[in-house]
């Protein structure tokens, strides 16, 4: 149901490296930058996994600027999250400047054992770090038999509705249903393209599928070019996803107890502190929801297509044919940054 | 934040009514109705709160479509919700086809209840009806001092995202923040305009502010009477609001055993059996969340606005000057349904 994000992972730079493999080189990167054994597994078992599912502008590539901030000390390569608050299946922890992927599996899977105890549980992360993909968190819930939801607050990344200067983060919202023959899973940040989405159409030389955000003038445009350089790329819903994003982050903020958004540096490296919130819905109670979502789906695509070439898809289709086809044919990954994995 | 979805109240058709008589006199037709002292009350309450607040689209100018389906046997007047389920925080209900602004109110305070005993608290609603002003819940929880959320779905009236014909709920979401100095509410359904939106527009000759849905000819277009005709009205943020009307869907038919769009007649005047979520979050533990949210919207409104008389607003931040009008003036009705309440 989204465009894509990443450039064509087969390209002249692009090695493909079996599963197991990339998994032990990026544990082996992170023992060098300090990490010890479990954060180390955890977090790169993440990292694998998001470029094995194809979110491949949120796995590997991303790993040099973690390790960039593991080195200059913004993420703690040691630390888990500790809870600070209690109230029934409500908890409140303090993500102790870990590492961000680790540190939201960990939130979900306490939530997902509050939900288990009380139908419906919620942790509150405060003092985290860039959980780079948050459908992980999703994929995470359903497989467990839970519907998720989950969302994090991002530095001021986009200009609210009316405004033309960063006020509200892009903050990423995912939702999850668990369903036998594949979840369903949503994983959307709240502005039109991201800044990686951006950079992959110019490089290109496309012009975006839809209007991305303002040009200089002013005026609605598709030039990713013109938005980067105006840096305002457009909310989803225009004054929508403007109202949105502000209340997830303070929302998230309210309920950990952390950092808004206008808390967090406004710099893709110094960009600490996060504020997220992890909920897990247990409970089926009598109509089995594989049927529900299963009439769902076949409903969606009956729809009529604008044209013979469209495909309508439900959010995460994609996932399981491009997992297979990774670990098949081995996942994709930028030589330079393989190369440099050592 | 939002751009104004109702016709201006004052006009030639339009009365200034003081409040307490707008109840008093809704309270009156309902039973006539049907309807039994309690459910007359809280219905007749809700509908007059939503004129008041300004949200013209869903309050009185409702009832009359409210009223016909209510003799056609489709809205019981005297149901109340009924538990059918329960696991620890999450509950299942069936709204038994009550009024579903009535039914809607008692879902969050049983979920308010909930949170106040589990820190969190989910009520999960199948088989009940158009809940009018989703707000109004998001209000009462902020009111009730605590986070809430909810979502219903719909008829099926929005193509989904590579589609021309519906097959997914336009599905109103709402998200609410409790503050001394008034709520944060975000009410919004997934098409960028409704309906009654796209007609106002037209009425005034007018077009929409931004792209709203696609024309005959499949392009888009900001010209409500061609979205009208196409019935292509534009989910919010393109594949992004599609895929979220979907899964907010599939998650409340699901937890509560009831409907999913699919299975809900496509028709205004049939529109019955609609599933909601309710969820409300207490747990404040420690920093004071209304410094969390002045501040959020302090940093909201110092972005540059995109011109001299722009307003950057957050989500409810008119409600309370428009109630206070509202009540100092008169609720303003429209002078053909005010005569006919009788």
Redesign the interface.
């Known amino acids: ?3 894509s994000v990443s450039s064509s992972p087969d390209s002249a730079g692009i090695v493909r490296v079996p599963f197991p493999e990339l998994v032990e080189r990026l544990t082996r990167a992170l023992r060098h930058l300090g990490f010890e054994h479990e954060n180390a597994s955890l977090c790169a078992r993440l990292f694998a996994e998001t470029t094995r599912d194809g979110v491949y502008s949120h796995g590997v590539r991303r790993f040099p600027r973690f390790a960039a901030m593991v080195r200059s000390g913004l993420v703690h390569p040691n630390a888990v999250p500790e809870r ?9 922890w303090d993500g102790q400047s870990g590492p961000g992927n680790a540190n939201a599996w960990r939130s979900m899977e306490r939530a997902i054992a509050l ?1 288990r ?6 942790v509150a992360l405060a003092n985290t770090n860039h959980w780079m993909r948050g459908g992980a968190c999703g994929w995470q819930a359903a497989e467990a038999g839970m ?1 998720g939801m989950c969302w994090t607050n991002t530095m ?1 990344n986009l ?10 983060g892009n903050n990423p ?1 995912v ?3 668990p369903r036998a023959h594949g979840p ?1 899973v ?1 994983d ?1 940040a709240m502005s ?1 393209f991201s800044y990686g989405a951006l950079e992959s159409y110019r490089d290109r030389g496309e012009q975006l599928p ?2 991305g955000g303002f040009d200089a003038a ?1 005026e ?1 445009t598709r030039d990713p070019a013109a938005i980067e350089s105006s840096q305002r790329p457009l909310p ?9 994003a ?6 998230g ?3 950990s ?1 952390g950092q ?4 967090i540096p406004p710099d893709p490296l110094q960009e600490t502190g996060q504020s997220q919130v992890f ?1 897990a ?7 089995n ?1 594989d049927d ?2 299963d ?2 789906i ?9 044209s013979e070439a ?6 995460g289709q994609q996932t399981l044919r491009i997992r297979e086809e990774n670990l098949a044919r081995g996942v994709p990954v930028d030589r330079s940054i393989w190369e440099d994995l050592g």
């Open positions: 149901m989204a465009s600070t608050a209690r109230c029934g299946a409500l908890e409140r939900a105890a009380s139908g419906i549980g919620c519907i001021p200009p609210p509705w009316g405004g033309t200067t960063p006020a509200v919202l939702l999850a249903v369903i949503l959307i039109q839809v209007i002013g609605l989803i819903g225009f004054w929508k996803g403007s109202g949105l502000f209340i997830l982050d303070v929302i903020a309210a309920l107890g808004a958004t206008c808390e909920i819905i247990g409970g089926s109670f009598g109509r929801p529900i979502a009439a769902a076949q409903f969606l695509q009956s729809s009529q297509p604008v469209a495909h309508i898809r439900y959010p």
